[in-house]
């Protein structure tokens, strides 16, 4: 039976959401999680990157107010083949994969740069 790497990205950021505090669900309400295949060419690497990218915060953090040039909401963009394939194809590893990452995505929305995230484990 095929594995529905999408699904189960899915339902990995569903688990997620759930474990976390209301209070951090709440400031996350208007936040939008969308599952890709991959980055654009130009998104793939980004200077000083030896991976592939996994996951992309774009828009403004939390605390930031929406620039009006800008008009669209703040997302998380989780590139699904990038997690399988770091995840050599195990859903275990995958599901983990997703988890990490959206949690890396998440500290970057609520303002935390990579020094921080690191100091923090994501």
Do not use: K
Request: hydrophobic fraction near 40%; glycine fraction near 6%.
């Amino acid at each position: 039976m095929a594995i529905d790497w999408y699904n189960l990205a899915d339902q990995e950021v569903a688990a997620v959401y759930a474990a976390l505090p209301s209070d951090l669900r709440a400031c996350l309400a208007s936040l939008a999680v969308t599952l890709e295949s991959r980055p654009t060419s130009d998104e793939q690497l980004e200077e000083g990157d030896d991976e592939d990218l996994l996951g992309l915060f774009v828009g403004a953090s939390f605390a930031e107010v929406a620039d009006e040039a800008e008009p669209l909401p703040s997302a998380i963009r989780l590139f699904v083949e990038n997690l399988r394939d770091e995840a050599e194809d195990d859903p275990a590893r995958f599901r983990q994969e997703v988890r990490d990452t959206l949690l890396h995505e998440l500290g970057h929305y609520l303002g935390l740069d990579e020094d921080g995230l690191t100091e923090r484990g994501l």
